[in-house]
């Protein structure tokens, strides 16, 4: 059985840094595209960025791009999502996401999700 659990989250002040992990096991995910989404209260959940599986093709979002980087440990299958200069607009329930078709799925329909761990920016 397929689990992605996330750790990290939590309370930051604004202009803080924070990352977020996303342990898979179950399955090997080193040929996956992996990435992240939010959702802020009263939105919809979206795509915040994602690595290919060698890590050398990225996607972001364009309200984190310079902020934000997606990076992955393979050997660990783990993968990590890297927040600086945090404004209290990221505040959000952040979510891990894999998917075997690359990078295009992963940000619009990917097959596995993690539980969700929240991430509150205070002003």
């Known amino acids: 059985q397929v689990h992605l659990v996330q750790s990290g989250g939590g309370l930051v002040q604004a202009g803080g840094s924070m990352t977020l992990s996303c342990a898979a096991s179950?399955?090997?995910?080193?040929?996956?595209?992996v990435g992240w989404f939010r959702q802020a209260p009263g939105k919809e959940r979206g795509f915040v960025g994602g690595?290919?599986?060698?890590?050398?093709?990225?996607k972001y979002a364009d309200a984190v791009k310079g902020r934000f980087t997606v990076s992955r440990d393979n050997a660990r299958n783990t993968w990590y999502l890297q927040m600086t200069s945090l404004k209290p607009e990221d505040t959000a329930v952040y979510y891990c996401?894999?998917?075997?078709?690359?990078?295009?799925?992963?940000?619009?329909?990917?097959?596995?999700w993690g539980q969700g761990t929240q991430v509150t920016v205070s002003s």
């Open positions: 690595v290919s599986w060698n890590g050398l093709s990225a």
């Open positions: 179950g399955r090997t995910f080193s040929t996956y595209a």
């Open positions: 996401a894999a998917d075997p078709r690359g990078t295009n799925y992963l940000a619009t329909e990917p097959g596995y």
